[in-house]
């Protein structure tokens, strides 16, 4: 992670046709060792000091390091705003990205299954900051692996910024000063917003703080907030999941004897299903912005942004 670099000029468009055609087989789903060489290939000479060059894999992430970098940091999020960061798939100028990086923050506990192959290549992996690592992970009995939702949770987040702080003062020891003032007042963000959650959900009664949402989602929110996370759309952490006739007929008799009144689902989420769902049992359907950021003029530029009208939403929708 101390060493910076760059693409060499020669011969990238060969190498990113060879890429594009390695996509079209399916073969960066599965680590192959011509993988690594084409990493390999990628990393070449020094670049300028600054600023540095950062890779995030989502815009949640990506504003959480760009908050404690400051413009000391150029950060490059792979994850376009708006998708679902359970489906992504790689391009070949995400991989030129991660070859150039100095850094790749990635928010872990399996949410980037897609590019494991890439980020755990000899030439990838050494400039990986997992910022969940230090996350107690949620697990449940009927589903395999860990909830990688951690950001849902303010507090978690609290633990990524030390990550980002550290990781960043390793490559530039220089702005070591400047990332830790950064990242103390985000962190006093981030403890603004858990108390001011915390206010605003007092306001839904006991028997009304169940959540149904598209997919597991909510767990670490509802841990931390008194909620129960009652059920889901699709049964499972990913999206990836595709419920059967009897899940979704389960789910809508849990519904009624819950008399839950709201689902929650991602606006990349499936309408059809959700539709559904909707239309066998008289529930609201609410948005919450999960997995993504919205652009600048959404209501979700930011991830202290997206908190507060996720909850705002929540309250609306669960407080009667």
């Known amino acids: 992670m101390s060493k910076r670099a760059a693409v060499a000029p020669g011969g ?12 079209r087989r ?24 600054s600023p540095l060059t ?27 705003i708006g998708t679902d960061p359970h489906a992504f798939e790689p391009t070949p ?7 150039q990086a100095e850094v790749v923050f990635a928010s872990g506990a399996g949410l980037e299954e897609t590019l494991a192959p890439i980020l755990t290549s000899p030439e990838v992996q050494a400039k990986v900051v997992d910022l969940s690592a230090e996350v107690p992970l949620r697990t449940l009995e009927d589903e395999e692996g860990v909830d990688p939702h951690v950001w849902l949770d303010p507090t978690n987040v609290i633990l990524w910024t030390r990550r980002i702080e550290r990781a960043l003062s390793a490559v530039d020891p220089a702005g070591a000063e400047e990332y830790a003032a950064r990242a103390e007042a985000y962190r006093s963000a ?30 670490y929110f509802a841990a931390r907030y008194g909620f129960v996370e009652a059920g889901a759309i699709v049964p499972g952490f990913s999206t990836l999941a595709e419920p059967s006739a009897r899940d979704l007929a389960a789910l809508a008799d849990q519904l009624r004897a819950l008399s839950v009144p709201a689902v929650f689902v991602a606006p990349t989420f499936s309408p059809t299903l959700a539709q559904r769902l909707a239309a066998d049992t008289g529930v609201r359907i609410a948005v919450l912005y999960l997995g ?16 507060r009208e996720n909850v705002r939403r929540i309250v609306e929708a669960l407080a009667g």
């Open 12 to 23: 990238l468009w060969g190498t990113m046709n060879r890429v594009l055609k390695f996509l």
């Open 26 to 49: 399916g073969e960066l789903m599965r680590p192959r060792p011509l993988l690594s060489a084409l990493v390999g290939f990628l990393v070449a000479t020094p670049v300028a000091a």
């Open 54 to 80: 950062v890779v995030a894999t989502t815009s949640i992430v990506g504003d959480v390091v760009a908050a404690i970098g400051g413009d000391r940091v150029s950060v490059r999020v792979l994850f376009p």
């Open 93 to 99: 100028r995400d991989l030129v990205a991660l070859a």
């Open 190 to 219: 981030l403890h603004d917003l858990d108390l001011w959650i915390q206010d605003q959900v007092a306001a839904i009664p006991a028997d009304r703080r169940c959540l149904v949402v598209d997919h597991r989602a909510l767990g």
């Open 292 to 307: 993504t950021l919205t652009g600048p003029d959404g209501p979700a530029p930011t991830y202290l942004a997206m908190m």
